[in-house]
């Protein structure tokens, strides 16, 4: 069975500029979470969606971040427009159930804005 | 505010050497318990957790961890470190009975294992 995918691993952009990243579950599992760690610090929770809905996005930083996850399947999280400080590892999870249940993560997307 | 520290940013360490990493925590109510790692190019993976029972967790690649409720801490140990456990390790915590969005992670341990 697929794990966690991110696409793409890796994305220099520059100042400004506008970049995707994009979260595919687990299948069936309808609880997906994005994360991000800057500048080697700690890893810390953005938004969660269960199905198509957004549970919690009280991670989200500013108005610049827009996450979308239409039809409950994958999920996109746009940058726009980036800004310096927004370089860091972007983390996808997925979980079937919500309460003390265990949340398998992606291998992240490098973002660096130049 | 909940907090998670892990106490050293970068472990240097022969093979077969033991290893113990440090993590504390702080939060007011019952936790959940975790350990993460995160291989080169890899995806970030559940080493071991503890959510009650006994304090002594078991987790895969020979790690456990130790949860010490009057210290705040959820130590890592390995008796006998191999080349191939050179990765992040990243303690966490969530409050009993959350979802992942409350999960709090530490800053995270860079373990190098010298061949």
């Known amino acids: 069975e697929a794990g966690v995918t991110q696409f793409p691993s890796h994305s220099v952009i520059e100042k400004g500029q506008t970049v995707t990243l994009r979260c595919d579950p687990i299948?069936?599992?309808?609880?997906l979470y994005w994360y991000r760690r800057v500048m080697g610090k700690e890893i810390k929770f953005l938004l969660h969606?269960?199905?198509?809905?957004?549970?919690?996005e009280s991670g989200m930083p500013n108005n610049r971040f827009l996450a979308e996850r239409t039809g409950g399947t994958y999920s996109t999280l746009k940058v726009q427009p980036a800004e310096l400080e927004d370089s860091g590892v972007y983390f996808c999870?997925?979980?079937?159930?919500?309460?003390?249940?265990?949340?398998?993560f992606g291998q992240g997307t490098r973002l660096t804005v130049v | 505010a909940q907090s998670v520290s892990q106490h050293n940013h970068h472990v240097i360490l022969s093979e077969a050497a033991s290893l113990e990493l440090g993590c504390n925590y702080s939060?007011?109510?019952?936790?959940?318990l975790f350990w993460y790692v995160q291989y080169p190019g890899q995806h970030l993976q559940l080493l071991l957790k503890?959510?009650?029972?006994?304090?002594l967790v078991k987790g895969i690649k020979g790690f456990e961890a130790e949860f010490i409720k009057s210290k705040f801490s959820f130590n890592l140990r390995k008796p006998s470190v191999q080349w191939s456990d050179t990765a992040e390790y990243f303690c966490?915590?969530?409050?009993?009975?959350?979802?992942?969005?409350?999960?709090?992670f530490g800053s995270g341990t860079r373990l190098s294992i010298r061949p």
């Open positions: 999870a997925s979980s079937q159930g919500q309460v003390n249940t265990e949340a398998f």
């Open positions: 503890y959510f009650s029972g006994d304090p």
């Open positions: 299948s069936g599992h309808d609880n």
């Open positions: 939060y007011g109510g019952t936790v959940n």
């Open positions: 966490a915590v969530s409050p009993r009975y959350s979802s992942a969005s409350k999960i709090i």
């Open positions: 969606f269960v199905k198509e809905s957004k549970q919690d």
